[in-house]
Structure formats: structure tokens, C-alpha cells
């Protein structure tokens, strides 16, 4: 079984950082086989410092930028033939050990969840007021337990949130249009027995914050 991971950078580096740092501290598997930086930035000083400070890192530097459907498909590219891929984007980080081998094993046992996230805190007004984005439509999820390990699973959305998925996902191609993540999902609902999953119960605390106001990268 191999896994590689793909981190998504648009030229935040202080969020980068605090991302990184919280993702080495909390992945409680074996080491990753692969680490991709996928940097979006199109600035060639930020790539000189991702690599004078990440050089532990494979970065692949886009001379310009791509956008959010752009960069996927970079990272698709150079981690689509492990196993498993953890995705990860520069503006979050972890609140507890990122249980890997836990979420491969449920994944392993139902081939109808596509990926594995991780739940964030709510982030938009809606959300906030609903109390977290799961009590908007707290009817969608369902609770399940698969051999001692509990996740919920829903058919709203596929999302670049954190998380875990199969390799062989990335041969279905990520959309190059606007919305390419709702777009995606529709396009993998189009199969009813497909499902999206979340690490941990509805009433469990969130797994990762979201930080970083506000975007600079593109088409995100």
C-alpha cells in the first residue's frame, strides 16, 4: 500500500507554514511515500523559499498560475499512481493525529465511499449560524461504524477539504471549468451508490480549523 500526499499552495507562506508544521506533528501513520507541493503562485521568489525552507518537499512550481482546478490536476498528475492520496490544502490545520490508517481501512471495506474528510469549524455566516456546516442539513448524514472506527457519510458534495481518497480517482480528471468541485461531485453522484464520508460522528468536535482569510490564488 502506498500513499502520497499533494499540498496545494498559492503563495501564502505563513499559512503554509503553520499548515505544514501542524501536519508533520499530527500524521500518525507510516511516512507518507511521496509529498508533492503543488505551488500555484506563479511567483518565482516564493518557490525559492518553499524550496530553501520545505526542500524536504517535491514542489512543482507552475511559472503561471492555474487556478484551483489547475493545480489539482498537477497534483493528480504526480501522486495519482500511489494507492492513496491525502489532500491537503495551504490553509488548514490539524486538531487532532490524522488517524491514516484508520480512514484507509474503512475506505478498504466500502467501496462506495469515494473519499475520507475531515471535518473543519464552520467558516461561513450560514454555517455559523446552523452551528456547523453538518446542522445545515443534519438530515443528509448518516452515522455509521465500521469496525471500531466511526465516520458519517453523506451525498451533498465531494470536497478538497482534507482527506483521503483512491488513487484511481484521479483517472476520472478533474473539470477545467468554474465550480469544478460542485461540478465534480454532480458528475459522481451521476452513480447512486456513490458516497462521501467524514472522519468521526456528526456530534463530534471539528477535526481541522480552516485559517487564512482570504485567498490570493485563482479561479478557487
Not at 517535491?58 to 489532500?87: P, T
Not at 449560524?129 to 448518516?142: I, K, L
Not at 465531494?158 to 454532480?186: A, I
Request: proline fraction near 5%; charge should be negative.
Amino acid at each position: 500500500m502506498s500513499v502520497g500526499v499533494c499540498i496545494i499552495t498559492d503563495g501564502r507562506g505563513e499559512c503554509f507554514e503553520r499548515t505544514v508544521s501542524s501536519f508533520l506533528d499530527m500524521w500518525a501513520g507510516d511516512p507518507a511515500d511521496q509529498i508533492v507541493v503543488i505551488n500555484d503562485s506563479a511567483d518565482p521568489a516564493y518557490g525559492r523559499w518553499l524550496a530553501n525552507q520545505f526542500g524536504f518537499f517535491e514542489q512543482i512550481h507552475h511559472i503561471e498560475r492555474k487556478g484551483f482546478g489547475g493545480a489539482i490536476e498537477s497534483a493528480w498528475r504526480e501522486v495519482g499512481h500511489h494507492d492513496w492520496i491525502f489532500h491537503l490544502e495551504d490553509d488548514f490545520t490539524f486538531n487532532e493525529p490524522i488517524d491514516i490508517e484508520g480512514m484507509i481501512h474503512v475506505l478498504g471495506q466500502r467501496p462506495d465511499v469515494v473519499q475520507m474528510a475531515l471535518k473543519r469549524q464552520p467558516w461561513n455566516p450560514e454555517e455559523k449560524a446552523a452551528g456547523g456546516f453538518m446542522e445545515q442539513h443534519p438530515e443528509a448524514y448518516t452515522n455509521e461504524e465500521t469496525d471500531g472506527y466511526r465516520w458519517c457519510w453523506q451525498r451533498l458534495f465531494f470536497t478538497t477539504n482534507p482527506s483521503v481518497y483512491r488513487g484511481g480517482l484521479t483517472k476520472v480528471g478533474w473539470p477545467q471549468v468554474k465550480h469544478s468541485e460542485g461540478v465534480f461531485s454532480h458528475d459522481l453522484m451521476r452513480d447512486p451508490e456513490v458516497k462521501f464520508g467524514f472522519w468521526g460522528h456528526t456530534d463530534e468536535p471539528p477535526k481541522v480549523t480552516h485559517i487564512g482569510a482570504e485567498r490570493v490564488g485563482t479561479g478557487y
